[in-house]
């Protein structure tokens, strides 16, 4: 995504500001607890479940509940803040994507591992289908399943069953 530019932490915080907004918007509360979620999943540069992040959060003095967590992470998907990718075991997976380029993912069905890869012609040509189809998109994901290099070594299969 290029709708912010400059550091992490400036992108952080323009960010919070459009999350303010959007909680506002939406007549929602603004509580420390959904401030503490916000900057711990943009503290993560990684792919993370609501369980690793509710369990991240579940001591010390910044402790959020998990219900609170669950609910936030909606809200950030909900205002482009997040994206949820699911494994080949449907499991929600979270990434923050203010500041990030469009992106897709393979993911190992073994190891479960994330690998991201950008995607201009491919992006492309889904803008394209839905200009052909007068089509307005929200957004897009593109997961594709397999096998990673090191999972295939490993077993000794060479390529990917099918």
Not at 24 to 36: G, M, Q, V
Not at 62 to 68: A, K, L
Request: overall charge neutral; hydrophobic content about 35%; glycine content about 8%.
């Amino acid at each position: 995504m290029k709708e912010f530019s400059g550091s992490h932490q400036d992108i952080t915080h323009q960010g919070w500001d459009k999350f303010v907004g959007f909680l506002k918007n939406r007549k929602a509360r603004l509580t420390p607890a959904r401030r503490i979620i916000f900057y711990a999943v943009f503290e993560r540069h990684d792919h993370f479940s609501a369980d690793q992040l509710a369990a991240q959060l579940s001591a010390g003095s910044d402790r959020v509940s998990r219900g609170t967590v669950y609910r936030t992470l909606t809200l950030m998907v909900e205002a482009g803040m997040v994206r949820e990718v699911r494994d080949s075991d449907n499991h929600a997976h979270f990434e923050h994507i203010l500041g990030h380029e469009d992106h897709h993912h393979l993911v190992c069905r073994q190891c479960g591992r994330f690998i991201e890869f950008a995607g201009p012609v491919i992006s492309g040509r889904i803008e394209q289908v839905c200009s052909e189809n007068n089509f307005v998109q929200d957004w897009h994901s593109l997961v594709v399943f397999g096998w990673c290099e090191d999972c295939r070594r490993e077993t000794g299969q060479r390529k990917a069953v099918t």
